[in-house]
């Protein structure tokens, strides 16, 4: 073998080793049959080029169904209704959930895709600091048979983050259209994404009628909800509605009627010592009064 050869061979080798640690140029489709559900992830990369960005299949994900949450009936209707007109290929809206924490917001859409994955509805959960990567994951799926949701859970931003303005970008403002089978639902405990302040008022100001408009300060900060079609607000709940979320899931986990009545008094007392009476405080008591009862 010729020196020539020997260089060329060593070459080869040594190309095949760097494209090992090199990140995939475009990210690498998963396995779709796995999984209705999916997780935009980063691998942490120690070589040249750093990690590569790819789609996790949830292997066990919420089982949770719209039938289990109650109190809600206006939202869930509204957002099922969206939801099925987008997974027959008709127009659908991107939704913005907010309002009072612990009442459903994540939960509904979750069961949202329970309900209609037999129809095609797929679900990736992106988290706010890979929304920069939003234009990758919609070329990634484009050209796929099935409906996506890209989920944003408990989203708010400070001031100045990129994230905010990536997904301003992928809701309505790039030239290129967003794909007719991606949609975003998100959810936050902020109406407008960004933290309001009282500063923000000084900004107002009246035209010769005297009537009030927004200035620059507030205007920016009501742009990004304002991008999404359909808005479904959530308050806490009353106490009466509390009691038929914890009995709904006092039954779910195996207790009878005259349990769930006996249940009244703890699940009050539970309440007042979290302070709140949302649905996630009265699952948690549901699990934990059901497996006293069983123990």
């Known amino acids: ?67 289990d949450l109650h109190q809600i009936g206006v939202q869930k209707q509204q957002i099922e209704q969206n939801t099925r007109q987008f997974v027959q290929g008709l127009p659908a809206n991107n939704v913005l959930l907010t309002g009072a924490r612990g009442t459903g917001k994540s939960s509904l859409i979750k069961a949202c895709l329970n309900q209609f994955a037999g129809a095609g509805l797929r679900l990736i959960e992106v988290d706010k600091a890979d929304l920069a990567d939003l234009p990758d994951i919609v070329d990634l799926v484009a050209g796929r048979p099935e409906r996506f949701v890209i989920f944003c859970d408990d989203l708010s931003f400070e001031e100045g983050e990129s994230g ?51 200035g620059e300060t507030v205007e920016e900060k009501i742009s990004l909800s304002e991008r999404f079609g359909l808005w479904l607000s959530f308050y806490p709940f009353k106490q009466d509605d509390y009691l038929d979320i914890a009995a709904h899931w006092l039954g779910h986990f195996g207790c009878d009627a005259q349990q769930v009545e006996a249940a009244r008094g703890e699940a009050l007392r539970w309440a007042l010592a979290r302070g709140s009476r949302s649905g996630r405080v009265a699952w948690q008591f549901a699990k934990d009064y059901a497996g006293k009862q069983g123990a």
């Open 1 to 67: 073998m010729t020196p020539l050869e020997q260089l060329m061979l060593r070459a080869e080798a040594l190309l095949a080793r760097v494209e090992a640690v090199l990140p995939p140029a475009f990210p690498r489709e998963p396995d779709w049959r796995r999984s209705t559900a999916f997780r935009w992830r980063k691998r942490a990369g120690g070589g040249i080029g750093g990690g590569a960005s790819y789609l996790q299949p949830v292997m066990h994900a919420a089982s949770i169904a719209l039938s």
């Open 164 to 214: 905010y303005k990536a997904l301003k970008v992928a809701l309505d403002g790039s030239i290129a259209t967003q794909s007719d089978n991606v949609i975003i639902y998100a959810t936050s405990n902020r109406r407008h994404l960004l933290p309001e302040r009282m500063s923000d008022n000084a900004s107002y100001r009246s035209d010769g009628d005297g009537d009030l408009h927004p």
